[in-house]
């Protein structure tokens, strides 16, 4: 029985449980920290998400060659950011009230964990791979949770939190005992790329003031150096 799915679900509940207690308290110490994890989160986008979602396209084009074109993917991508657009808008401008604005983001932010976590431990890596790119995620996680406790500091501690790591929850158990058809996985891993495309290059990336470059420039390379050398040498 492969316990890596168990141990990824596990760690990423807990880093919502506890992503605040986790980031460092001192403006500089958290600088650096954001620096480093965007610069990761930034090399993951390209040497990963966009090479899988071509990957993806290319199956569809093979299989529906019928039908398929040459950018359905890219398409739903385009969904996903269009959608994660509007409903920051909606969050942050308050439409309605503050209550309503939080419960719109706990909604949209849990079933955006649900999709996450079913896509991530759905694919089919396992081991030392899977654990690798889980890191990313993780990362990324993190930056989520403390974005919902910057705009609803109180709320979130005390409801948000537990219900959006319930999100995690429900994707973990949906990709443990259902197995969707490839088009669908598909679907959603576009889906939830566009959505993340867009959170790391206007949220998790800091400013130009609060970006400590050099720090930036580690997380880059190091998540690339070694995501290229594991694709060289062990094939994935």
């Known amino acids: 029985m492969n316990l890596i799915p168990f141990f990824i679900g596990i760690v990423f509940i807990f880093l919502h ?5 986790l980031l460092p ?14 610069g990761l989160a930034v090399s993951y986008v390209f040497v ?7 990957q993806e396209q290319v199956n569809i084009e093979d299989k529906y060659r019928a039908l398929a ?3 359905e993917i890219y398409f739903i991508g385009l969904l996903g950011v269009v959608i994660f657009v ?3 808008l909606i969050v942050r401008r308050n439409v309605v009230s503050h209550t309503s604005s939080f419960w719109v983001a706990v909604a949209f932010y849990t079933f955006y964990n649900a999709l996450i976590s079913f896509t991530v431990l759905s694919v089919d890596v396992a081991g030392v791979q899977a654990i690798f ?21 109180d709320e979130y501690s005390h409801k948000g939190r537990y219900i959006l790591a319930g999100g995690i929850v429900v994707g973990w158990i949906f990709a443990l005992t259902i197995d969707l058809n490839p088009l669908i996985k598909a679907i959603v891993f576009a889906f939830v790329s566009g959505a993340m495309i867009l959170n790391v290059f206007k949220n998790e990336l800091p400013n130009d003031k609060e ?6 420039v ?3 390379l190091s998540y690339t150096v070694v995501t290229m050398s594991l694709k060289f040498f062990f094939e994935w």
């Open 211 to 216: 970006i400590h470059y050099p720090t930036f």
């Open 17 to 21: 449980l506890q992503a605040n207690s």
């Open 86 to 88: 509007g409903i920051q």
């Open 69 to 71: 074109m040459e950018s």
């Open 25 to 38: 308290t001192e403006r500089i110490k958290q600088m650096i920290w954001f620096s480093f994890s965007g």
């Open 133 to 153: 790119y889980s890191f990313a995620i993780g990362l990324h996680i993190i930056a989520v949770a403390h974005d919902m406790y910057r705009e609803f500091p």
């Open 218 to 220: 580690v997380g880059v």
């Open 48 to 54: 990963y998400l966009l090479p899988t979602l071509h």
